[in-house]
């Protein structure tokens, strides 16, 4: 398949399932090499298929930087259009951000300060977000000013204001925002069908309190919460049981052995009631409005399946990009769908072993974030 043609191995990419990602057909997508970072490989496929390195720009100047060839990646995206600049900035960051901020004269402020960022640049980061508006320059705001709830407040509203949402606030003030010190007000509840909300668990007791709330603390109230311990070896389950403090609508369901994310996500979708399905992970706090978000969102496209982006947050409230910028992304483990339709097609989900994410919805804003580089934070 041509990069053009797989987008069933980028998908099980961006899911981290590489090994299901390659027996799909990654090794002979383009795109899909670069996002697995066998850039060799897909240098020697891009040059093969030039209607694929046209369309797919990024990981063409990516692949041919980081095999040494940047000087071809420079006339390549000299060819560019309408974004040369652009493509080559977001390109270049994760090699050599200093380089690409060289690159860089587009109008996106938010873009260069990131880049000033990466490239170590504090001090021009701050004075060009001086000048920046949008959702990103928000964030970037919110990270930088972390430690400073002063500064960092106004920066979370204006971000979350991109949707129309109440923006997280720490819970304790004296810390950051993170997925285990954050609030929001959520708008008044509603009401509709049922939804399963699933959530499998493994040595996540750090987060996983602040996780449990933010699904019974939902404005959305007719849900079941079907929680699934993957054979944790630390006190996972007992912190989950406490946080539920009793409500009805939590369900534990303790696995025997572990089986990895996909095959606790089975366990639960086979008591699953609800007419939707959500799922959300234990890492993850996400927004009060979320579900309710979501739903209104489904309904008024009339979508079978939804998912939208996050942020990803360490332990001291920054937020990290995949790569430099931008700071939000598409998240599949935001999914939610109709369960009847989709179980009927397509059946339950493939169960291969799979590291937990963090993430948040697209239309709608949550909040989630995880210890370490690798956190996530819904927007």
């Known amino acids: 398949m041509s990069g053009l ?6 998908l099980l990419i961006r899911q981290r399932r590489r090994s299901a990602a390659l027996a799909m057909g990654a090794l002979r997508d383009p ?26 720009p990024v990981e063409r100047i990516r692949s041919l930087t980081a095999t040494g060839r940047a000087g071809e990646a420079l006339d390549f995206a000299r060819t560019l259009a309408p974004r040369p600049e652009h493509d080559l900035a977001l390109a270049l960051s994760a090699f050599d951000p200093a380089l690409a901020l060289t690159k860089y ?14 490239a170590g640049c504090e001090d021009d980061a701050r004075r060009a977000l001086d000048t920046a508006s949008g959702p990103q320059a928000a964030f970037l705001r919110a990270s930088l000013d972390r430690h400073d709830p002063a500064r960092a407040g106004p920066a979370w509203r204006d971000g979350f204001s991109a949707w129309s949402l109440s923006p997280p606030e720490p819970v304790d003030p004296a810390l950051p925002v993170s997925v285990v010190n954050a609030r929001a007000d959520g708008s008044l509840a509603v009401d509709g069908p049922l939804i399963s909300v699933i959530m499998p668990s493994r040595n996540a007791s750090r987060w996983v309190a602040a996780a449990v ?6 404005s959305w109230r007719n849900l079941e919460f079907l929680f699934v311990d993957d054979a944790s070896t630390d006190d996972n389950a007992d912190r989950a049981l406490a946080a539920a403090d009793g409500d009805p609508r939590f369900t534990l369901i303790r696995q025997s052995a572990r089986g990895g994310a996909y095959t606790a996500r089975n366990a639960a979708l086979a008591r699953a009631k609800g007419h939707w399905v959500a799922v959300q992970d234990s890492d993850e706090w996400a927004h009060p409005d979320r579900l309710a978000r979501q739903v209104a969102e489904m309904r008024a496209r009339r979508l079978t399946a939804h998912s939208g982006r996050s942020l ?6 920054e937020i990290h990009a ?19 339709p989709v179980m009927e097609r397509a059946g339950y989900f493939h169960q291969v072993l799979s590291a937990p994410t963090m993430n948040t919805g697209g239309g709608w804003c949550s909040c989630s974030a995880r210890a370490g580089p690798r956190s996530r934070a819904r927007p």
């Open 5 to 10: 043609m797989n987008p069933i191995a980028r």
């Open 31 to 56: 795109v899909a090499l670069s996002r697995l970072e066998l850039h060799r490989l897909a240098a020697r496929a891009l040059d093969r298929d030039p209607a694929a390195a046209r369309a797919f």
């Open 105 to 118: 004269a587009g109008p996106d402020a938010s873009l260069r300060a990131a880049l000033m960022l990466a």
């Open 213 to 218: 709330r933010s699904v019974l603390d939902q």
């Open 312 to 317: 990803r947050v360490d332990a001291e409230g």
């Open 322 to 340: 995949r790569g430099v910028w931008p700071l939000t992304r598409w998240a599949p483990s935001t999914l939610m769908f109709e369960r009847a």
